[in-house]
């Protein structure tokens, strides 16, 4: 099946640093990529959809000068969290559409997770 | 503004043995995809199963079954043979036709040995 990757998987950042989350579609373009947000024992709330060559849609809360999304490419998205503070952390999930996938037309694949704590 | 209710927030199975996970949903569309998704502890999303709601014919896949009831906007979830590593949080989700997927609270399946 498709393959979503994330890079990091885990980072510790100092309160106050700004930090890149990687999201890549490793088989497949996606011109559109979403990422979630995750606390504990909760589930997946959607942050933005991010399209290729153009801006980020926003979620209604959601602070777009803090999560700052770039899509710049048909297999890359990127999540920015800058000037991070501890309640920033979270577990960030990204997914990207593959609209023709094996798995049925328009199917969602999720990448791996990025766990992020800022001290 | 598309809503999706899971009001199990946990449940346990015998091993082999058969466990139904409720989910409903409020739409006012016609044309929409429900899924259920497996978070393990590893928190990788894996999809389990989907259903496109034109279709009459619950979806299955091997030991995973669905009954589908458009009318009344249920979308359970049927694990047949319950094994250890069934063992996951279940999330029940919607997604109109190209929009965003929203998911439900969740399941918390434990498989007892």
């Known amino acids: 099946g498709a393959v979503v990757s994330q890079h990091p998987s885990r980072v510790i950042c100092k309160s106050g640093t700004s930090v890149k989350i990687e999201c890549r579609s490793l088989?497949?373009?996606?011109?559109?990529m979403f990422w979630y947000r995750q606390f504990p024992k909760q589930s997946l709330m959607l942050m933005a959809t991010?399209?290729?060559?153009?801006?980020?849609?926003?979620e209604q809360g959601v602070e777009k000068d803090k999560f700052l999304i770039n899509h710049a490419s048909l297999t890359l998205s990127t999540l920015t969290v800058t000037s991070a503070h501890p309640e920033d952390s979270s577990f960030y999930i990204c997914?990207?559409?593959?609209?023709?996938?094996?798995?049925?037309?328009?199917?969602?694949?999720f990448g791996p997770g990025t766990r992020l704590t800022v001290l | 503004a598309q809503t999706v209710t899971q009001s199990q927030p946990e449940m346990s199975v015998q091993e082999a043995e058969t466990v139904t996970l409720s989910c409903t949903y409020d739409?006012?569309?016609?044309?929409?995809?429900l899924f259920w998704y497996k978070q393990p502890p590893s928190r990788q999303m894996i999809l389990v199963i989907r259903?496109?709601?034109?279709?009459?014919q619950n979806a299955t896949e091997n030991r995973f079954s669905v009954n589908f009831q458009k009318a009344a906007k249920s979308f359970s979830l049927k694990i047949s043979d319950s094994q250890l590593g069934d063992a996951a949080m279940y999330f029940c989700?919607?997604?109109?036709?190209?929009?965003?997927?929203?998911f439900g609270p969740g399941t918390s399946l434990s498989v007892i040995p």
């Open positions: 739409t006012s569309e016609s044309d929409y995809y």
């Open positions: 991010s399209n290729e060559g153009s801006k980020a849609t926003y």
């Open positions: 997914s990207a559409r593959n609209l023709q996938g094996a798995g049925g037309a328009d199917t969602q694949y």
């Open positions: 989700a919607y997604r109109s036709a190209y929009d965003k997927v929203i």
């Open positions: 259903q496109e709601a034109y279709k009459q």
């Open positions: 088989d497949f373009q996606a011109t559109t």
